[in-house]
């Protein structure tokens, strides 16, 4: 009987990080420290202005740093390390057409392949990541499913991805529910972008964040506007079916709620909900209009 859900991610990338600095150099970075062997950790590289430029789940398997990032963005990645290396003795590789990522849920158990396999770092719920070469066959003890059979899982319990939920170089770790999904370390050193976002954090002005949405029918396609009574409060994000996540200003979504007015996107009645691993609610008044 299979234990779980396995599901190769096509869309994945590897961007692999070796060398005697590669800890150092990382950490002065990202916006999470990198994990201990047979660990992982969620993080994103930023702008100087504090803004997302690639989010991705880094692995360490004993020997180097293996990032879990969208294959679109992988050379990209690559080459934005190699920018900030200078003198740092550590080697830059895109492994993306040699490494495969694969995600598995509804197990406990962790999936039994030919390469490391975690839980994954953001929600236990999530399950588990894993690496192994391109072409090696899916764990025996799993039930083998879909890349969309694994969104549906990660729709249902409203975390967002990057390159499909929010745009990089548009979005800060906070708007992107980062700062809820251990994404970010508030009590590190200095990194690239740190300012801005500890000043979110520490005046609380974040405003943009993603929720769950659900529809009596099935859910318009991403970036498409939810608007109150015409009034736009946010965009979709991924939907499956008639579950999805959104990117809404909590403010004005609050006064609409608290106003009894709809919610729609493209002629769809939308109802929204808070995760319930989130730590954040809606806000106690409305602010003015900016």
């Known amino acids: 009987m299979a234990q779980g859900k396995i599901a190769e991610l096509a869309r994945r990338g590897v961007v692999a990080v070796s060398g005697p600095d590669a800890e150092t150099f990382l950490?002065?970075?990202?916006?999470?420290?990198?994990?201990?062997?047979?660990?992982?950790?969620?993080?994103?590289?930023?702008?100087?202005?504090?803004?997302?430029?690639?989010?991705f789940i880094a692995f360490n398997d004993g020997t180097r740093?293996?990032?879990?990032?969208?294959?679109?963005?992988?050379a990209d990645?690559?080459?934005?390390?190699?920018?900030?290396?200078?003198?740092?003795?550590?080697?830059?590789?895109?492994l993306s057409e040699e490494r495969n990522l694969l995600a598995a849920w509804d197990s406990e158990t962790a999936p039994r392949v030919d390469?490391?396999?975690?839980?994954?770092?953001?929600?236990?719920?999530?399950?588990?990541r894993a690496i192994v070469p391109a072409g090696a066959d899916m764990a025996p003890d799993y039930e083998e499913a879909s890349e969309a059979g694994y969104d549906a899982h990660r729709i249902a319990l409203?975390?967002?991805?990057?390159?499909?939920?929010?745009?990089?170089?548009?979005?800060?770790?906070?708007?992107?529910?980062?700062?809820?999904?251990?994404?970010?370390?508030?009590?590190?050193?200095?990194?690239v972008g740190q300012e801005v976002v500890s000043r979110m954090e520490h005046r609380g002005t974040a405003r943009r964040r993603f929720v769950q949405?659900?529809?009596?029918?099935?859910?318009?396609?991403?970036?498409?506007a939810i608007s109150a009574a015409g009034r736009p409060i946010g965009a979709m994000g991924s939907s499956s079916g008639a579950a999805g996540i959104a990117e809404i200003r909590l403010d004005r979504a609050k006064e609409a709620l608290d106003g009894g007015v709809p919610l729609s996107a493209d002629g769809v009645a939308l109802s929204l909900a808070i995760p319930p691993w989130a730590r954040f609610g809606w806000p106690a008044t409305v602010t003015a209009d900016d």
């Not at 490391?116 to 929600?123: E, I, K, M, S, T």
């Open 27 to 55: 950490n002065n970075l990202v916006t999470s420290d990198v994990p201990a062997a047979g660990a992982a950790a969620y993080g994103a590289l930023l702008s100087p202005q504090g803004k997302i430029l690639f989010d």
């Open 77 to 94: 990645f690559a080459k934005r390390l190699g920018f900030y290396r200078l003198r740092a003795k550590v080697e830059v590789a895109d």
């Open 158 to 191: 409203g975390i967002p991805e990057g390159g499909i939920d929010f745009a990089y170089g548009d979005t800060f770790p906070h708007d992107a529910d980062m700062d809820q999904l251990g994404g970010v370390d508030f009590r590190k050193g200095c990194y």
């Open 65 to 74: 740093f293996l990032f879990d990032l969208p294959r679109a963005n992988a």
């Open 115 to 128: 390469g490391p396999a975690v839980r994954d770092p953001r929600l236990p719920a999530l399950g588990w």
């Open 213 to 224: 949405v659900s529809g009596l029918t099935s859910l318009p396609p991403a970036s498409t």
